[in-house]
Structure formats: structure tokens, C-alpha cells
């Protein structure tokens, strides 16, 4: 993980560390990724109630998901002063809208009257106008979550709008990506996404905050969201699981994640091919000022705890986790373009989306199946080989929001 070339951060909000910095922390981060084959021991994984019990659940809301920064999805999505959208991070609705502005901000989705959601989630984004108004009463709020107007309810009643604000929660970007964090005192987003397994900051040439959505698929999985992000950051299952996938990707034909040689934990793609697409080629065309070699490469980066990007050399891939209980897991795959190929007359990125939705399918099977298997009273726990030692890192950072001893 060196050698990347950064350009500008460009994170809104007042942190002032250079990206320089970022790198330099990111590589301090322990992780077992480069540990050779002889060093390797085994080690254990989680527990089977750790995937599966409402108690865990509700001890990964409270001391991660509504304390650390949660993505959401794109920036692009709310381009103009009243749009919005609304997520769920982890049972809680949120939405985010653009103000008179052009600021993002975010605020739990409940009206400070009589505390009615206010917003529906489906259609899960639009425009608001001018003003936020509860579909109840009528009260209505600004874009900066002031209330406006409250029909029939006059101020000689000792009623002080001032006091009666929407509730507001943190919202940042960064490549793009939009994050909402519910703490309390939220730290700084770049903090956050330094401190992960993998992280976005090692793409910036990739230039992700220009790239634009063009399709989006979402699935609905029976699994633990952490089976989802083990699943996503393993290959033993490649061989076995995804015949098409070991096409474009011959190194996973042996089980393996990463080679240890390539930048950025990147993997060098089929001889010849330059797009992730089963024929290897496609119409798009490619980012521009990438390093030579990635235009024969896939690199996959995990953003703790709910986001995982597959860059490829015309076109990206996140899929954005989104818990929905000890064992329900939304998890939506978006794709992005660069806007001049969204803008190509015929754009067609379907050979990119099929056979990442074949690929999904094949991985959501295995996954609720594993998750059948974890919530036995006659699972003992598992083992990580070495080939499943970026899991055993992302559990090490789990244990670490929760306030859990590392294993080490
Ligand atoms: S609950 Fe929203 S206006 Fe009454
Ligand atoms: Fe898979």
C-alpha cells in the first residue's frame, strides 16, 4: 500500500491534515495483509451470536453505526438546493438535502411536532422545494432544519419556532461518497477513513468525485452484514463459487485476494483485457490518467464498516451495506461512469452490470447459507487460514468500535 499518487482531498468540513498524512497513517494501521506464509498462524473467527443474536446487533448500533461515519451513497444524487434522499443506517431513517446554499445537511427523518416521519422512503429520493413539510400537521422547515410554519398554531401561544428545530446529524463527502455520522461530537470523516482495513484515499486518481451513477441494483440478503464483508474480502470461495469471475481474474483461481506484488492490492485482470466485463472489453471509455498498468487491473477496497469499491479501468462498483438486523443485510450495488460516457449516445454498461450481478447472486447464495450454518447452537467458531486474513484484519477493527480486546 505505497507508492500511491494523491491528488487534493477534497472532504468539505474543517480538518486541515494533507492527504500526505492520511497515507502516512494508513500504512501504520497493524494489519496481517502483508504477512507471508510462514509467519501466518491461524486464527479464530468470530462467534456464531457475534452474526447472529439482537444483542450484538444492538451493541454494533450503538458503538458503531450511530458513533463512527456510515456511507449513504453519492453526492450526485441531491445535484440542487432541495433535493434529497433518505437512507437507513441501521433502523434509524436519515435524510440528507441540499440547502439554499448548496451545503449538504442531514437530519434524522422525524418532524419536532409530534415526532412523524416525514419523508417516505420509496421513492427514496426527490426535491423537497423550498421547504421540508410534514405530511401530518403541515408544519413546514427550511432547508437548514428551522421551522417555518406551523398552520394554525400562533406565536401569542408562548410558541417559540426557534426551539423546535429539526434534529441534525453530521454529513460529509469524500470521492464522491456521501457519509452521515449520528454521533454526538462526530470526529473528522478523513480520520475515520483512514483508520479502516483498505480505504478510498488510495484511489484518488481514480478520481472518484467526478465519476456519476448509472445503475443501481439492490438485493435484499438473509445474512449478518459482516458475513457480507468477509464474503467480499475473501477468494477461497472464488474457484467454487464464481467460474465466471476466475475468467476475468486468473489469480483467483487459486484462492487468493491479492498478489502481494501489485500496488494497492490491485489485480491484474485476464491477459489483454481492459474492462471487467466477461469479454474483457467494452465501449466506455477508459478514466483518464490512471498509472499505465491499471488499465489491465481490478483493485477492490473495503471502507469500514459499509462500503466496498471495485474500480476498474472504465467504470466502478460500490456496494453500499446496509444492516437491517442481526440477519438481514440490504446491500446495494451502484454503478459509476464518468459523465461523458453516461453522456455517449447508446451508453450501454450492461456487460460491466451483468456479470457483477451474476457474481452478487452467486456470493448472496453462499452467504445465507453461511449464515444458516453460524446461527447453530452447534457452531464451535471457525478458523482463518491465511487466505482469509484480510477478514481476521476487518474483525481485529470490529473489535476495536466495540471496545473488545484485539486477539492479535
Ligand atoms: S407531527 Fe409533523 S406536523 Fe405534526
Ligand atoms: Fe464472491
Known sequence: MIGQRLSEPETMGGHAATIEEAAIVTQERPRVQGVGVREWRPRPTLR???????????????RLFFRGWFCIGRADEVPASGDYLVRDVAGESIFVVRNRAGELRAFYNVCAHRGTRILDEDPACGSVGKA??????????????RLLATPNVH????????????????????????FVSLAAEPGSLLDWL??????????????????????????DVAANWKIV?????????????????????PLYRKGEVWDGETRDGGNEMAPGATSFTASGTSDLPKFPDLFPEDYGMY????????????????????????????????VVSEFYFRPEALAMPGFDPSPTVDLWDLISRQDWQVC???????????????VYPRKDRLLFDFNERWREALGRPQVG
Open 132 to 145: 421540508i413539510k410534514c405530511p401530518y400537521h403541515a408544519w413546514s422547515y427550511d432547508l437548514d432544519g
Open 229 to 249: 464483508v468477509e464474503n467480499y474480502n475473501e477468494c477461497l470461495h472464488c474457484p467454487q463459487i464464481h467460474p465466471e469471475l476466475v475468467q476475468v481474474i
Open 299 to 330: 483493485y477492490g477496497a473495503f471502507q469500514f464498516p459499509n462500503l466496498m469499491v471495485n474500480m476498474h479501468p472504465d467504470s466502478v462498483m460500490a456496494y453500499v451495506v446496509y444492516p437491517q438486523g442481526p440477519d438481514r443485510t440490504r
Open 155 to 178: 406565536e401569542d401561544e408562548q410558541f417559540e419556532r426557534a426551539d423546535y428545530r429539526l434534529n441534525e446529524v453530521a454529513v460529509d463527502q469524500h470521492g464522491g461518497f456521501l
Open 48 to 62: 456464531g451470536t457475534d452474526y447472529s443474536s439482537e444483542a450484538v446487533y444492538e451493541e454494533e448500533r450503538e
Open 194 to 219: 483512514r483508520n479502516s482495513n483498505e480505504t478510498i484515499l488510495e484511489f484518488e486518481r481514480y478520481r472518484l468525485g467526478e465519476l456519476r451513477l448509472g445503475r443501481r441494483i439492490s438485493y
Open 368 to 382: 445465507e447459507r453461511a449464515q444458516l450454518g453460524v446461527s447453530s447452537r452447534g457452531y464451535r467458531g471457525g
